[in-house]
């Protein structure tokens, strides 16, 4: 199955940005489609954003459109993501998922369509 490896996460102050990479091993990269997911302390994970194998459609939760971007490189094996415009609402922990299918618009946005999934990176927007 695929690995998946975090990075990126920090403290950073309201207003600020922090770029996340995903780094993946095993299996055909260009063939899965990418996902971030975020989990905050008592909360329920939450799905943040995904891209289709070709990174031609992307889809964001409602809360950070216009904030944060998904990206992928499939010559590199990594899926990104930008945030900017941090908001102490967006302190998570934030977790790289890979999914060996295409998927409607609402299964893309459920964990459970996902087959592998990376440990997190936490990252704190301070008020």
């Known amino acids: 199955q695929v690995q998946l490896v975090e990075s990126g996460g920090g403290l950073v102050q309201a207003g600020g940005s922090l770029r996340l990479s995903c780094a993946a091993s095993g299996g055909t990269f260009s063939s899965y489609t990418m996902a971030w997911f975020r989990q905050a302390p008592g909360k329920e994970r939450e799905f943040v954003a995904a891209?289709?194998?070709?990174?031609?459609?992307?889809y964001y939760t409602d809360s950070v459109k216009g904030r944060f971007a998904i990206s992928r490189d499939n010559t590199k094996n990594t899926v990104n993501l930008q945030m900017n415009s941090l908001k102490p609402e967006d302190t998570a922990v934030y977790y790289c998922?890979?999914?060996?299918?295409?998927?409607?618009?609402?299964?893309?946005?459920?964990?459970?369509?996902?087959?592998?999934w990376g440990q997190g990176t936490q990252v704190t927007v301070s008020s």
């Open positions: 998922s890979s999914a060996h299918l295409i998927m409607t618009s609402v299964n893309i946005r459920r964990p459970g369509w996902y087959n592998s």
């Open positions: 891209i289709w194998p070709t990174g031609g459609t992307t």
